[in-house]
Structures are given as C-alpha cells and as structure tokens.
T-cell receptor, first 115, second 116 residues
C-alpha cells in the first residue's frame, strides 16, 4: 500500500517570501500521479498542482511549482511571493495508475502567511 | 464550473441515530468518493463508487455504508452513529480513467458531523 508523509504539521512565513512544503511517498509503482491540494479556512479543497510521474519536467502553475525527485520519492511544493490568500491547509496526495482511482493523502501542513 | 454539493455544512446527531450524508455533483463524473478528515490524520477514504449501484470499500469502511442509485448522487450512511464518528466528511468526484489533466478530484464543502 502506498503511504504519503508530510513531516511539517505547521509552517509560517512572512508575506512575499518563498516557502517550501515537503512531501515524501512510498510506492513500488513506476507510473502514478501526485497532487497538492489546498484547503483554505472554512472553504472547499481545491487542486493546486499536479505531476505525472513519467514526466521529468517539474510542474509549474503561476507562483506554485514542485520539485519532483522520483528516485528519492519526494514531491515538495514551492510557493513564491506568498500572499495572505495562501493561508490554508495543504495536502499532498498520491494516485496510482492502476486499479482504483482513490487518492492517498498525507496528514497535511497548516501554512500561515504573516502580513 | 464543477460543483459538488453536500446536504449539510453542520450536523449534530445523537449516539445510535441513523445518519444520512448526501452528495451531489453536476459534472457527469463516474467516480464519487467519501472521505473523513481528522486533525493529524489527513483525509482517509471510507467508500468510493465508479458507477451507479457499484461501490468499493476504502481504508476505513467500518460503521459506514453507501448508496448510489443515480450517477450524480452518492450517499454516506452511518447505521448507528457513535461518538468516534464525529468528524469532517468530504465528498469528491472525478472522471473515470481520467488522465492528462482530467484526473482531478473535485471536492464538496464538507459536513462537520458531531455525535453526542
């Protein structure tokens, strides 16, 4: 079974700074999908960024980028020029390319952006 | 925009009651999921369904059942609610076999259930 580990329960950073959230995972598969989801306070979970394991290029979405290290099974999220609206719980998630399409989530990192 | 709605944002029930949580999606998604979210544990999958009347157990199905009579609706049932089922419940949906950008799960706003 796959596992996803987020070792930073809480983080805080000053507005406009850059912050990196860590995620490691364990799988024996070669093809899979990785996601970062954001859950703002009292609001719906939304997808931030996704990465397909067969793609070597790191995904980027505006101020959000990932550092995908397949051999190390590491998938960190970098937020550049952080904004107050980035304050949220962030979850890393794994989806197998085989069998059912469930997501396996990490325990989350609560990120606070300080004005 | 994809919309996933859940019947209640907050719910308070008594121990032993039968509880129904409803989820509706409007994107014609085949997959639907029920997760529970607890502090320090992240999201854990309870049940999922990839078609009408089809269901599969997730990681923590004990004490729960589900029903999917129509493609757009997926219900989570607590047959006899217990205090350890106090939690946030999140519904999600996605395309079956989605890839290349179509693999995203869309989440509802959640139902915070308290069992007293």
């Amino acid at each position: 079974a796959q596992t996803v580990t987020q070792s930073q329960p809480e983080m805080s950073v000053q507005e406009a700074e850059t912050v990196t959230l860590s995620c490691t995972y364990d799988t024996s598969e070669n093809n899979y999908y990785l996601f970062w989801y954001k859950q703002p306070p009292s609001r719906q979970m939304i997808l931030v960024i996704r990465q397909e394991a067969y793609k070597q290029q790191n995904a980027t979405e505006n101020r959000f980028s990932v550092n995908f290290q397949k051999a190390a099974k590491s998938f960190s999220l970098k937020i550049s020029d952080s904004q107050l609206g980035d304050t949220a719980m962030y979850f890393c998630a794994f989806r197998s390319n085989f069998g059912n399409e469930k997501l396996t989530f990490g325990t989350g990192t609560r990120l606070t952006i300080i004005p | 925009d994809v919309k996933v709605t859940q019947s209640s944002r907050y719910l308070v029930k008594r121990t032993g009651e039968k509880v129904f949580l409803e989820c509706v999606q409007d994107m014609d998604h085949e997959n639907m999921f029920w997760y529970r979210q607890d502090p320090g544990l992240g999201l854990r999958l309870i049940y999922f369904s990839y078609d009408v009347k089809m269901k599969e157990k997730g990681d923590i199905p004990e004490g729960y059942s589900v029903s999917r009579e129509k493609k757009e609706r997926f219900s989570l049932i607590l047959e006899s609610a217990s205090t350890n089922q106090t939690s946030m419940y999140l519904c999600a949906s996605s395309f079956l076999g989605g890839s290349g950008g179509f693999d995203e799960q869309y989440f509802g706003p959640g139902t915070r259930l308290t069992v007293t």
